[in-house]
């Protein structure tokens, strides 16, 4: 009889590393996933951020003179940022994801073009075209 209470032992040590192994699983799963959905909110405010602060320095820059040139410090603290104007749109890259600002209502600009990384572009007026450069 006593040679059954030790298989009972070994049997109750491994059922107990399996549920603590099942657990960790499961809770690393969930911290994976809520570590996601906090990113993807991030990213979502940096974006929303960016666009604000680009298109608020084309639009200061309508009554300055040719060659006039406003430095925008973007956030930085996402994945790395890439930038296009162009077609009428603003675009914003990161990691394989793109995010577009229709840039109608700019009835003073014939055209947005250039592109930038990083954070801090400048925005250029040249003639009658916004211009997107890396600061």
């Known amino acids: 009889m006593a040679s059954r ?8 040590a491994v059922l107990s590393i399996g549920l603590s192994l099942v657990v960790a699983v499961a809770a690393i ?5 809520y570590r996601d959905s906090v990113m993807d909110t991030v990213a979502d405010r940096e974006v929303s951020v960016i666009k604000s602060q680009v298109i ?24 790395d940022y890439q930038y ?16 577009e600002l229709d840039l109608n209502g700019f009835s003073w ?19 009658d075209d916004v211009v997107l450069r890396s600061g």
């Open 5 to 12: 209470k030790g298989q009972y032992m070994a049997i109750e």
């Open 29 to 33: 799963g969930v911290f994976g996933t």
């Open 56 to 79: 608020t320095a084309a639009y200061n820059l309508r009554n300055t003179g040719d060659g006039s040139s406003i430095t925008v410090n973007l956030p930085d603290s996402g994945p």
């Open 84 to 99: 296009s104007m162009g077609g009428g749109k603003f675009v914003i890259s990161a990691d394989g994801n793109n995010y």
């Open 109 to 127: 600009v014939n055209e947005f073009r250039g592109s930038a990384e990083g954070s801090t572009v400048k925005i250029v007026k040249l003639e």
